[in-house]
């Protein structure tokens, strides 16, 4: 039961992956002043599917100086570490028990790094080798001051495991820790690779980044990839700072995300790379380490005195 339970969230994120694109291109075809996919269906809503027929179905080529074994893994590696990224999905009968379910996800969402560097460098092209490297150092930049900012939170929960922020979220977090949620916000952007830190698919200098030479299937389960880590963030900064409840008005609050994480694409330029450097180890980084000193010192404090 536990492995249906699975495949069937699986699948339904796979169909949510595929209407969050056709929500972008609505989003972006709004701000932009013109229609967007409207067409396929009713009000467009059959686009997804043909896309993804496309995708699919289109033919599969591949580099001839490339390494081939590494070119075709890495796309599939990619989707199976986002795949197993969702099984810490915070059932309230959970499909697996993770009592170390942030640790999970920082080895999962660190991974994810060598993903991006095989399909850029197996590739055997400048371009996607150029994409591949700027996206690793970003993603290795980011994770620290990420993975700081959590653990201010999960000193609040007194667990490593996300099925407790429902027990003790009260109080959305988020009102006490305003400034670590817009350093969150900004993390989680450059993490998962969009824009303004799209540095990894700078289409202006570099084509298409590290997945230049990808078609048909392979360049599929780099999107799915991509799309399915933008929804998972966003359940987790829910998860975090916005209330675990698990009702109705909690996916809303992950629709919200998702839709926040395509407005900044349609309204912010592409930051310059050195102040993307920059913002995470000389601004976020001390922001989070001394949030992080702040919260143990108060909590021993308040422990001491009980």
């Given at each position: 039961?536990?492995l249906l339970?699975?495949?069937?969230?699986?699948?339904?994120?796979l169909?949510?992956?595929?209407?969050?694109?056709?929500?972008?291109r609505?989003?972006l075809g709004?701000?932009?002043?013109r229609?967007?996919?409207?067409?396929v269906?009713?009000m467009?809503?059959?686009?997804p599917?043909s896309?993804g027929l496309?995708?699919?179905?289109s033919?599969q080529?591949?580099?001839?100086?490339?390494?081939?074994?590494i070119?075709?893994f890495s796309?599939?590696?990619?989707?199976?570490?986002?795949?197993?990224?969702?099984?810490?999905?915070p059932?309230?009968?959970n499909?697996?028990s993770f009592?170390?379910?942030f640790?999970?996800?920082?080895?999962?969402?660190?991974m994810?790094?060598?993903?991006v560097?095989?399909?850029?460098?197996s590739s055997?092209?400048?371009?996607?080798?150029?994409g591949?490297l700027?996206?690793v150092?970003?993603?290795?930049?980011y994770?620290?001051?990420?993975a700081?900012i959590m653990?201010?939170f999960f000193?609040?929960?007194?667990?490593?495991d996300?099925l407790n922020f429902n027990?003790?979220?009260?109080?959305w977090f988020i009102?006490?820790s305003l400034?670590?949620?817009?350093?969150?916000?900004?993390?989680?952007l450059a993490?998962?690779?969009?824009?303004p830190?799209?540095?990894a698919?700078?289409?202006?200098e570099?084509?298409?980044?590290?997945n230049?030479?990808?078609?048909?299937?392979g360049?599929?389960?780099?999107?799915?990839?991509?799309y399915m880590?933008?929804?998972f963030?966003?359940?987790i900064?829910?998860?975090?700072f916005?209330?675990?409840?698990?009702s109705?008005?909690?996916f809303?609050?992950?629709?919200?995300m998702?839709?926040?994480?395509?407005?900044?694409r349609?309204?912010?330029?592409?930051?310059?790379y050195?102040?993307?450097?920059?913002?995470?180890?000389?601004?976020?980084?001390?922001i989070?380490?001394n949030?992080?000193?702040?919260?143990?010192t108060f909590?021993c404090?308040?422990?001491?005195?009980?």
């Amino acid at each position: 039961m536990f492995l249906l339970i699975y495949l069937i969230m699986l699948i339904l994120v796979l169909i949510s992956v595929g209407f969050v694109t056709l929500l972008e291109r609505s989003v972006l075809g709004y701000i932009q002043l013109r229609k967007g996919p409207n067409k396929v269906g009713f009000m467009g809503l059959l686009q997804p599917f043909s896309d993804g027929l496309k995708l699919f179905f289109s033919e599969q080529t591949y580099p001839y100086m490339s390494n081939f074994i590494i070119y075709y893994f890495s796309p599939v590696f990619m989707l199976i570490l986002s795949f197993l990224l969702w099984t810490l999905f915070p059932y309230s009968f959970n499909v697996y028990s993770f009592n170390y379910g942030f640790l999970f996800f920082l080895v999962c969402s660190g991974m994810g790094v060598y993903g991006v560097m095989f399909s850029g460098w197996s590739s055997n092209s400048k371009y996607s080798l150029l994409g591949c490297l700027r996206a690793v150092a970003q993603t290795i930049s980011y994770e620290v001051s990420m993975a700081l900012i959590m653990m201010c939170f999960f000193l609040f929960i007194y667990s490593f495991d996300f099925l407790n922020f429902n027990l003790y979220q009260n109080y959305w977090f988020i009102f006490f820790s305003l400034p670590l949620f817009y350093c969150w916000l900004s993390s989680c952007l450059a993490e998962v690779n969009r824009s303004p830190f799209d540095f990894a698919e700078g289409e202006t200098e570099l084509v298409s980044g590290f997945n230049i030479e990808y078609s048909g299937a392979g360049f599929s389960f780099i999107f799915l990839s991509e799309y399915m880590n933008i929804i998972f963030m966003s359940l987790i900064t829910t998860i975090m700072f916005l209330g675990c409840d698990y009702s109705l008005l909690f996916f809303m609050k992950v629709t919200l995300m998702v839709f926040w994480f395509i407005w900044v694409r349609g309204t912010l330029p592409r930051f310059r790379y050195d102040k993307l450097m920059n913002l995470t180890w000389k601004f976020f980084l001390p922001i989070s380490l001394n949030y992080f000193l702040f919260f143990s010192t108060f909590l021993c404090i308040t422990l001491g005195v009980y």
